[in-house]
């Protein structure tokens, strides 16, 4: 059977990150197969790495530029294949701080890289093959995770090569921005006439039967930021006074567990709402210091995730399992289907995305959550992560991912590790036009 490298390259990261969670046979096991890697699928003619092991001399090229090119065949791996041994050794530096991998980054694995390097076309890229086969296909996506990489070699190393080739990534990934898609978003046609409010559904079938409109308090603030923002169909910002905040209704005195929640979340005014209604809106838009006449949104995001850790701590139904290292409550799987599940529809399940999206409010009892999770065995984790939910008390689990909850807890790590989505969002200047619109305050928009 033939394994490719790309599988086995990509073990090197977890393996990285459970060496830093405690435990150094993790790290040892990436640096065998590291070595394992290195060994087998060596191609010596340009040292660089084999798509598969055992070779297959039927594979060929296929990703060529010019159409006319003859297909070829396949020495060597593809680009992004390859990439992900800069991947491997940037984790087991930063890791590990052994300069052997630094050696191997510097002295090898770069000027292998260096070989897709297309000077033939501006902005110069790294292309799908290299360039001693011609021209070939180019992507962003193989680009921006060598560039990520790169930045995260320069943050340890200083070395301002790396630094410099990230820089001219971006300027090719940047090259393809569009602005046909943020443009042709019609926020003024969710206004069903001239309402003062946006309506969640329309359909060239049923029309507005749905009759849904977006009030606050949920995950909907961001789509009245991006409404107000909006260069070509942009909203008054009395939809947003008087739709999102209700004239002034949306303001709320409850107090769980002594977290003041600023803003009645909606059908959960008491207690407080799913834990996502903390992290959709504010994947870009930056809750630290910003505020408005209803609200400090630090305060509503971390008040929110605070109240929801302490209520999995008192664990007023008894849940076995609950606690510091064990806590969550959000929309997921559920044992009888799908729920909302939160402190007034607590269900005895635990949704892993609640807590580890929560990590820029409440770091220290995201990280137990973490570690708790990662010690609860396999049975709730796989290959892509943790599971979208689990209840301990039933010892129940569905061996599923839910991309819509997934894909929030990389961007808030990221945010809680260095704020990068948060300034890149806050950098637009019509976000920042449509904050100040809307009556915002924020240092960072500022």
């Known amino acids: 059977m033939r394994?490719?490298?790309?599988?086995?390259?990509?073990?090197?990261?977890?393996?990285?990150?459970?060496?830093?969670?405690?435990?150094?046979?993790?790290?040892?096991?990436?640096?065998?197969?590291?070595?394992?890697?290195?060994?087998?699928?060596?191609?010596?003619?340009?040292?660089?790495?084999?798509?598969?092991?055992?070779?297959?001399?039927?594979?060929?090229?296929?990703?060529?530029?010019?159409?006319?090119?003859?297909v070829t065949q396949q020495e060597v791996s593809f680009l992004w294949p390859y990439s992900a041994m800069v991947s491997g050794c940037v984790s087991l530096y930063k890791t590990s701080g052994n300069k052997k991998y630094k050696k191997l980054m510097d002295k090898q694995i770069k000027p292998g890289l260096d070989l897709y390097w297309d000077t033939t076309r501006q902005p110069e890229c790294y292309q799908s093959y290299p360039a001693f086969a011609g021209q070939n296909d180019r992507y962003y996506d193989d680009n921006d995770w060598v560039a990520i990489d790169f930045c995260d070699y320069y943050a340890v190393t200083k070395n301002k090569e790396y630094l410099k080739k990230a820089i001219a990534l971006h300027d090719y990934i940047y090259s393809g921005w569009s602005d046909e898609l943020w443009h042709g978003m019609e926020f003024d046609w969710y206004r069903n006439g001239d309402q003062n409010v946006l309506y969640w559904h329309w359909s060239p079938n049923y029309g507005w039967e749905m009759n849904f409109p977006l009030e606050g308090y949920n995950e909907c603030l961001i789509t009245y930021i991006l409404a107000a923002s909006s260069p070509t169909h942009s909203v008054p910002a009395a939809c947003y006074h008087e739709g999102w905040a209700r004239s002034g209704g949306i303001k709320s005195a409850s107090k769980p567990y002594g977290y003041p929640l600023e803003l009645k979340h909606n059908g959960a005014e008491e207690k407080g709402g799913p834990?996502?209604?903390?992290?959709?809106?504010?994947?870009?838009?930056?809750?630290?210091?910003?505020?408005?006449?209803?609200?400090?949104?630090?305060?509503?995001?971390?008040?929110?995730?605070?109240?929801?850790?302490?209520?999995?701590?008192?664990?007023?139904?008894?849940?076995?399992?609950?606690?510091?290292?064990?806590?969550?409550?959000?929309?997921?799987?559920?044992?009888?289907?799908?729920?909302?599940?939160?402190?007034?529809?607590?269900?005895?399940?635990?949704?892993?995305?609640?807590?580890?999206?929560?990590?820029?409010?409440?770091?220290?009892?995201?990280?137990?959550?973490?570690?708790?999770?990662?010690?609860?065995?396999?049975?709730?984790?796989?290959?892509?992560g943790f599971y979208d939910a689990f209840s301990p008390n039933e010892k129940w689990t569905v061996p599923h991912y839910l991309a819509i909850d997934q894909c929030t807890i990389a961007p808030m790590i990221e945010n809680h590790r260095t704020g990068l989505l948060w300034r890149l969002f806050m950098s637009c200047p019509e976000i920042q036009d449509g904050l100040k619109k809307l009556g915002f305050t924020s240092t960072t928009a500022e």
């Open 275 to 384: 834990l996502f209604w903390a992290h959709y809106s504010y994947i870009g838009l930056d809750p630290r210091n910003l505020t408005d006449q209803y609200a400090n949104y630090w305060n509503v995001v971390r008040n929110h995730a605070m109240s929801d850790y302490q209520y999995c701590v008192t664990n007023p139904k008894g849940y076995k399992g609950y606690g510091p290292d064990c806590w969550g409550l959000t929309a997921s799987y559920s044992i009888n289907g799908y729920s909302a599940h939160m402190p007034d529809n607590d269900l005895g399940v635990i949704t892993p995305t609640a807590a580890l999206s929560s990590f820029p409010y409440t770091p220290e009892e995201s990280m137990a959550a973490l570690k708790g999770f990662y010690k609860q065995g396999s049975w709730i984790w796989g290959k892509y």
């Open 3 to 70: 394994k490719s490298f790309i599988a086995l390259t990509f073990l090197l990261v977890p393996a990285c990150l459970s060496a830093q969670l405690g435990g150094k046979i993790y790290l040892q096991r990436a640096d065998s197969l590291l070595e394992q890697v290195l060994s087998l699928y060596e191609v010596k003619k340009y040292g660089l790495l084999m798509e598969t092991y055992p070779r297959n001399p039927k594979q060929q090229i296929t990703y060529t530029a010019n159409t006319g090119s003859e």
